[in-house]
C-alpha cells in the first residue's frame, strides 16, 4: 500500500467518523424499540447497496462457503452491536451511550494483537487508555436504578460487539471489497432482528420515518461504514479506534442542537481529552505517509 493510498484511507476514515458520529440521532427522532429501528436500517442498506453493486456490475461470489459463513457469523455480531448502542442511547442519552461505546478502542488494542498475532502497539494503547480516561469523567453514578448507568452498561457490550466486529472483518477484508463484506453482513442483521421488528410497517408507511430510514441506511449506513471498511486496507483498527474517538463530540453535538440534549459541563474536559489522543494519532499516522 503505497503512501497516498495510505492518506486517501485516512481521508476516508475521518470522514466516516463524522457521519457515523450523527447517526445517533435517530435512536431518538425514530420512537420505536432498537431491534426495529435496526432491521428497517439494515434492510434498506441491503437494498442499496445490492442496487449500487449491480448498476456497476459487480461480482458477487465467495471463494468458500466457510468464508461467506464467517462473513454472515460477523454480521450477526454488527446487528448485537447496533441494536445494543440504540438501545444504550434510548435508556440514557445521545452522549452516555457514544461515550459508553467508544470504550471499543481500549478492548481493539488489546484483542487486535491476539488475532494477527504481533505485539501490542505501546502508544496505541496508552492512547486509547488515555481515551477511556476521557469518557470516564463523563460516566454518571454507577448505580442499576439509574439508567445512565444501564446506558452505560449496554454501551460496554456494544463496544466489545463492535471491537470484535472490525477485527474480523479486517481479516476478510484482504480477500473481499468492502461493499460486498457489508452486504453479507446487513442481510445477516436484518434475518437476526426481523422477528424482533415490533412496529416495523407502521414506521416503514408514516413517510416521515420512512424518510428518516432513507437516510439513516444510504447515508448514515451503506456509504459511511463502506468508507470506515476500506480505511482498513491500511489502517490498523486500534488506529481507526482511535481516529473515531472523536464521533462522540460529532454526536453529543448534534444532539444538543437537534435535541435539545444539553451535554453536561463534564463533557468539556472529557472531549478535549479525547480529541488531543485523536490528534495525536493523526499525527504519527501522518508522520508515516512522508
Known sequence: MNSSSRLSNILELNLSVFIMG???????????????????????SVLILALFLLIRGKRFVFSSFSDFAKVFGIGIL??????TYFHSIQVSTV???????????VFTSILEPLFFGYK?????????????CGLAIIVPE?????????????????????????????QMHTHYPSSQLL?????????L????????WEMVSEPKYLLYQVLLAGVFTAFAHTMWIRSFASL?????????????LYGSFAAWLVLGEVPPERIWLAGGIILFCAIMEMIRQSSSTS
Do not use: C, E
Open 236 to 248: 490498523p483498527v486500534t488506529t481507526a479506534g482511535i481516529f473515531s474517538t472523536m464521533s462522540p
Open 183 to 191: 452486504l453479507v453482513q446487513l442481510v445477516a442483521t436484518s434475518l
Open 193 to 200: 432482528l426481523l422477528p424482533f421488528a415490533t412496529g416495523l
Open 78 to 83: 454488527f446487528g448485537l452491536h447496533w441494536v
Open 22 to 44: 450523527n447517526v445517533t440521532l435517530f435512536a431518538k427522532l425514530l420512537p420505536f424499540p432498537a431491534s426495529t429501528i435496526i432491521t428497517g436500517r439494515a434492510s434498506f
Open 142 to 170: 454507577f448505580n442499576w436504578a439509574d439508567n445512565h448507568f444501564q446506558g452505560v452498561v449496554w454501551g460496554l457490550v456494544s463496544a466489545v460487539l463492535y471491537s470484535l466486529r472490525n477485527i474480523l472483518t479486517k
Open 120 to 132: 501490542i502497539d505501546k502508544f496505541s494503547l496508552f492512547l486509547a487508555l488515555f481515551s477511556f
Open 95 to 105: 452522549a452516555v451511550g457514544m461515550l459508553s461505546l467508544f470504550t471499543y478502542p
